[in-house]
């Protein structure tokens, strides 16, 4: 290394440090004191806090209510993620053979995903309106208890998610999708290729690695899902959609067990995080295999 | 890049490190002394110089917002003291939050906080309630309705004054009962009877007979308390055992699920709350109403559907049972203990639950006072004509438990309660398990 170069090193790392600061002091600092938390018996309003070990690790393996939310959690991420994968790769190759419109459909498309949470979440709280909402009126005045019956009510908070954020995923397709040089079609259509058979062997493997950001984002969002339960149906009836973070935000901010409420927020982190490597894993093979 | 990087060189200072390090010590020193006078001053301020004493408060909904009114008369009487009023969202959870964060992170941005009358206990066992038994005589509270003064109370000291009052009450609609010959039910038994009786007749399948709030929330916890009780069962006893008459306690649930499985209920009360139920049963399409009396105002508002046709009485109770039995409501007045005006703050919270306070935020606007008279005041009924009613109400109101890990509580009996009502679980199993989660729950807080 020349005195150059190790000159050169050097204020990388100075410029360096600010982010990693930063990161540390945003990401890292935070996480490991929710760790220590989870470690201790601590409620403020009762001035407990003392320290427990992996106590409450241990009670959540056998606490009905958590395993009721993780199955809530992974049933909302793989069920809308599907959907919304779905959907919107199909709209998304819709709109590359729109002609005309394709400016408004794209501004139309982008308006449920502009939109905040808590404005969809009242939204479709009076689509679903037992006796007043569109939804039931519809269905021929039907009396539908959308958010009150234990069948029906994650399915109308997954349809809800799904009709908020597949917008996200066909965008994210159709930017791809417009970055395909017409050649290939032309190509394929040389070669006798069937609309069927463009989409499947041209289209959608050089939609793959987007698709596959696409994915990693929604899923990690639905692991996390909150907000909608939150509006929705507090996680009920009989707690049938109470996610993960909608019990360790009743735990934390709502009846202050810091501790306890943290062990919660561990899990959904190790959840998070083993997601996130899984699907990094698959990426890293689909470079390997185009490479 | 990095070579052109590389090449960037700060530009030299003149000063030396050891100047540098001086002049910073110098600004800082200056800062500690400026800031130590700063405090004096504002510490000292309770007598002399202006004084701004902060109140919290959730957003007080109806026509005319009477609060400020009152702030200005307040430091009419109290020269060189200003009021600020800053209110937080219309959501408790939302309103708990923010204080719970605030206090525990020993804030003292505000003075004075209106509390959901079931926090006094939990901030109170936290240490963030300034103590008043000093200012306030435990005979200063007897003026308020009964109900609200074993919260202001808890552990024999006194922490908040009882400010607006809330009642769960029975709404009718008066017409119908009156074309069917029938009297307010005073049991469910006989409510269901007479929903049964004016749908027959009334050949309207738009008709539902009795609404009420399901959706898993505070509000159930409300209702299904209001069953039990009425019922005769208890969630503590002395000894802090949950659910002692545990039959009893079921047997509440099974009434509000058999509401439901008969269709006396629409399915749909598992979903609603307040409002859902109140706007539907305002468009005429309901016999009975479990809500508070805030409803009534708008049953009788101008454009109201069912305006001039409904009545209030007390909530049923059950044949063979306990008396009936009605959930408070309503909030409180508390001071935070790191004030630093708690004199000042004191006397703002006795002046805002006087009766003179509460007569002008009754008249002025559609809220409860927690003071008994006035519900008698000749000026109030002019503005309320239906005030002694509410008052006899109001009178029979019972506390939820006064216990400062209400919340915990609540958030606990809320999902199985909840599974009792959609028939998850049988109304035994989900008092069961309901007593075991808090029971565990609860171990050693007190």
């Known amino acids: 290394m020349t005195a150059r170069e190790r000159a050169d090193a050097r204020v990388g790392r100075v410029m360096l440090a600010p982010a990693l600061v930063a990161l540390g002091a945003l990401a890292a600092w935070p996480g490991l004191w929710v760790l220590w938390l989870s470690l201790q018996r601590r409620i403020p309003v009762f001035g407990i806090e003392h320290f427990v070990g992996p106590s409450h690790y241990a009670f959540l393996a056998t606490d009905p209510r958590f395993w009721n939310a993780m199955e809530v959690t992974l049933i909302f991420t793989f069920v809308s993620v599907a959907l919304e994968f779905l959907l919107g790769l199909t709209v998304a190759l819709a709109l590359q053979r729109q002609r005309r419109g394709r400016r408004l459909a794209v501004a139309l498309l982008l308006l449920p995903w502009a939109l905040p949470s808590v404005v969809t979440g009242r939204t479709f709280e009076w689509l679903y309106h037992p006796s007043a909402g569109l939804l039931n009126f519809l269905l021929g005045g039907a009396a539908i208890n959308w958010l009150g019956e234990p069948g029906l009510a994650l399915p109308a908070l997954i349809i809800a998610d799904v009709w908020r954020t597949m917008p996200f995923v066909a965008l994210l397709c159709y930017a791809r999708v417009l970055t395909i040089p017409p050649e290939i079609y032309e190509a394929a259509r040389v070669d006798g290729a069937g609309a069927i058979a463009t989409v499947r062997d041209v289209t959608l493997p050089l939609l793959q690695r987007v698709l596959l950001i696409a994915l990693l984002f929604r899923s990690l969002d639905a692991l996390r899902a909150f907000d909608l339960m939150f509006v929705l149906t507090g996680g009920g009836p009989a707690n049938t959609t109470e996610t993960l973070t909608v019990y360790a935000y009743r735990s934390l901010f709502q009846t202050l067990q810091l501790g306890f409420g943290s062990a919660i927020g561990v899990v959904v982190f190790v959840l998070v995080m083993a997601v996130a490597w899984g699907y990094l894993r698959v990426m890293a093979r689909a470079e390997e295999a185009t490479a | ?446």
């Open chain 2, 1 to 446: 890049m990095s070579g052109t990087i590389s090449r960037v060189r700060p530009p030299v200072s003149k000063v030396t490190a050891a100047q540098y390090f001086v002049v910073r010590v110098r600004r800082a020193a200056l800062l500690v002394v400026v800031a130590a006078l700063a405090v004096g001053c504002t510490g000292g301020g309770a007598e002399s110089g202006p004084v701004t004493l902060v109140f919290k408060h959730a957003k007080i909904l109806g026509p005319a917002d009477p609060v400020p009114g009152l702030l200005r008369e307040f430091e009419r009487r109290h020269p060189g003291v200003r009021v600020q009023a800053e209110s937080l969202s219309w959501n408790s959870d939302d309103q708990h939050q923010f204080f719970v964060i605030n206090l525990e992170g020993r804030g003292a941005a505000f003075d004075v906080m209106m509390l959901d009358v079931v926090w006094v206990a939990e901030f109170a066992r936290a240490g963030w309630l300034l103590d008043l038994s000093p200012w306030v005589a435990r005979a200063e509270l007897d003026p308020h309705f009964p109900s609200t003064i074993e919260p202001a109370t808890w552990n024999g000291r006194v922490w908040a004054l009882p400010w607006l009052m809330n009642v769960g009450v029975l709404y009718y609609r008066a017409d119908l009962l009156a074309k069917h010959r029938l009297e307010p039910p005073r049991t469910w038994e006989a409510l269901v009877d007479q929903v049964v009786r004016i749908r027959a007749a009334e050949r309207d399948p738009r008709l539902d007979g009795v609404l009420w709030q399901g959706r898993q929330y505070e509000g159930l916890t409300v209702n299904a308390l209001e069953a039990i009780w009425a019922n005769g069962g208890r969630v503590f006893d002395k000894n802090g055992v949950i659910f002692p008459e545990e039959e009893r306690a079921a047997g509440g649930l099974a009434l509000l699920r058999a509401l439901i499985v008969s269709g006396v209920s629409p399915s749909w009360v598992t979903a609603a709350d307040e409002e859902l139920s109140r706007r539907h049963f305002g468009d005429g399409r309901a016999v009975f109403l479990r809500n508070w009396p805030y409803a009534m105002d708008l049953f009788q508002a101008e454009t109201s559907r069912v305006r001039g046709r409904v009545g209030i009485a007390a909530l049923p109770g059950r044949v063979g049972g306990a008396v009936t039995a009605m959930s408070s409501g309503g909030a409180h007045l508390g001071v935070n203990r790191r004030t630093r005006h708690p004199e000042l703050a004191a006397a703002f919270v006795r002046f805002l639950a006087s009766a003179e306070a509460q007569k002008a935020m009754t008249v002025g606007g559609a809220l409860n006072p927690t003071r008994m008279a006035l519900y008698h005041d000749r000026d109030v009924v002019r503005s309320h004509p239906d005030f002694p009613v509410v008052h006899d109400l109001m009178l029979r109101a019972r506390p939820r438990p006064v216990t400062p890990a209400y919340l915990m509580l609540s958030s606990t009996l809320q999902p199985e309660f909840s599974a009792a009502l959609v028939g998850v679980k049988s109304p035994r199993q989900a008092i069961e398990h309901a007593r075991r989660r808090a029971t565990y729950l609860l171990e050693g807080l007190q």
